[in-house]
């Protein structure tokens, strides 16, 4: 193997990899040489574009840390992590759609009883969920793990208010008897993706805004069943054509809808004006 | 833009980048976003599959420093490395072949005079290097200036040694009026490209070995002429056609040739047996 062209440099990688054992890293190996070969061929970068190349894929990795992982944002933006979405969820009726589970998760968040309020003083709006879960043929799912996060009023998660000094605006939380979970909360705002790293940097040469869509994630776990990981957008947002990470189905905007003061949902009493967001959330059974 | 399948997220993609006003960055990300999006649907990678993707590349960015460059050398292993060499170094006749960088290069080495032992004291067998630089109609070059760095006789860069405690084994000279240069070293050694870290880990998930034949690296340049960057390779090496970057080229490699103790080229004596290598360097006139 020696004195290449722009051609048989392709033949002999692939040769290099031959004696891969596992078939399935062989074949991710083998496709990942081929469209990387000819992606190269196909833009013929100069030394210094493959340097800088190398340059921004270094400084994505070295922004990403425990709170922070900016090569997921770059597969957001990307369209890839929708995409990989879109092949590993195709979803039966009365399943919900799924959408990307963005870096903001953690997987720890307070364990909270139905009726808390999650936004540990965070000010904003007040907002009123309800939610149940179901299986595909509207049977209520008792006992389902909801793991919820969202933005404050201003955008921000508490991973980005350090200073904040604790969780704020996530929670688990179990499905009751019937299915159903509820919380309070305040309404989450639009914000744009972290756009002061690597990403950013792309984003602003491409003049393509950071935005996203104010939404509620939720995670839903039950046994023999897919876990679910999805948004529910504020209907009426202006970003919800524009998401910066392609995230946004039909399915999954929904109706906040503004209640005048009074009673909430759980009995309790407001003496604000607050929105009501009511969602019924399908789980799709594990294949057997 | 929403409710995107696995084939309109593409689409929507390349339309969120159509307001890029550098039209080589949008054809770039025009052909990334195609080839990338091909490949996912080529291999349809589970989510698992695609977080283990990210935690590659991230660790792949944090590993990377001032010494070592591991992104470069995933494009090493690649085959990417080489071929963007190809692309870019289409020879005339007379012009020295080229080959890659390497993680090893750094910008300023000592400035010796011809003749100088560039060893540093690290021990190895003697050699003697006597090179020329000439245009390609063989006009010698006058001042240029070459860059040359090594291994040792185990096969270790002066940056994978820092307890030695400083630089050896590289070196910055000058051709003199009739093109030549010459310095003492010490005979290099086939050596591992750093395994250690996430590039090490797919050569030997995939049964790779790490290995480079033996070499010395040449980096020269002189006004007018492009820069070469290439390697003088030890001819006999059992690693010549398995090279683990791809590099070797017939026209790379020479003969050093093994000499009886007595006279060196430049006059200096030895008692030792010793070995030679003479290699003439072409450089390319920079286009007009």
Redesign the interface.
Known sequence: ??????QT??D??HQ??A????AR?????S???A?????????????E??QAA?GF??????I?DQRR?E??LL?DV???????D???HRMPEGATETTVLGPFHVADAPLCANGADISAGVAGELLFVDGCVLDPQGTPLAGAQIDVWQSDAEGFYDLQRPEQGGSALRARLRSDSAGRFWFRSIVPAAYPIPDDGPVGALLH????HPWRPAHVHFMIAAPDFETLITHVFVAGDQY????AV?G???SLIADFVKMPPGALPDGSVTAQPWRHLSYQFGLKPVAV
């Open positions: 193997m020696r004195d290449f062209d722009e440099i392709t002999a990688v290099s990899f004696g891969t054992p596992d890293l062989a074949q991710i190996m496709r990942l040489v469209h990387m070969h000819e992606f190269i061929r196909d833009v013929a970068p100069s030394f574009e493959f190398v894929l270094t400084a994505t990795g070295q990403s992982q090569f997921i597969a990307l369209g890839v992590s929708m995409l990989i879109a092949i590993n040469a491409t003049k393509r919800l054509d524009s998401d392609f946004v189905k039909t």
